[in-house]
C-alpha cells in the first residue's frame, strides 16, 4: 500500500512559533490519504473555533511516500498539496497550484 505522510501545523491567537507534528500512514491511495486529511483538517478548524485559536497561517501538508526522518516543505518532490486553514474552514490547494501561486507572487 502506498505510503504518505501527513505534517500539521498550527499556530495560537498571538503566537510566534508554530507547532509542528508528523503522521506517516499507510493508505489504499491518494483518495483514502486526501479524505484523511480532510478530516484532520476540519477537527482542527472546529477546535480552533471552541477555543478561540486564529488559524490564519496553518495547514496541514500531503507528501506522497514515507517522510517521517526528513522535514519536507512545499518544495519537497513529495509535496501533494495542502489543507489551509482559516476561519472559513479549510481548503485544498494542490501542489500546482501552491507552486503557480509562489511564483506570481515572486514576480
Avoid: C, K
Avoid at 43 to 63: H, R, T, V, W
Avoid at 75 to 84: C, I, K, R, S
Amino acid at each position: 500500500m502506498p505510503a504518505f505522510t501527513i505534517v500539521t501545523t498550527s499556530a495560537a491567537q498571538g503566537a510566534d512559533a508554530a507547532e509542528i507534528s508528523t503522521l506517516t500512514d499507510d493508505f489504499a491511495d491518494l483518495s483514502e490519504a486526501l479524505g484523511y486529511s480532510r478530516r484532520m483538517a476540519e477537527e482542527m478548524a472546529g477546535f480552533a473555533g471552541q477555543l478561540s485559536l486564529d488559524l490564519d497561517y496553518s495547514n496541514i501538508g500531503l507528501y506522497d511516500g514515507d517522510l517521517l526522518d526528513e522535514e519536507p516543505g512545499p518544495e519537497h518532490a513529495a509535496f501533494l498539496g495542502l489543507w489551509v486553514l482559516d476561519d472559513e474552514g479549510a481548503a485544498f490547494v494542490t501542489a500546482e497550484d501552491f507552486h503557480a501561486d509562489a511564483e506570481a507572487e515572486a514576480s
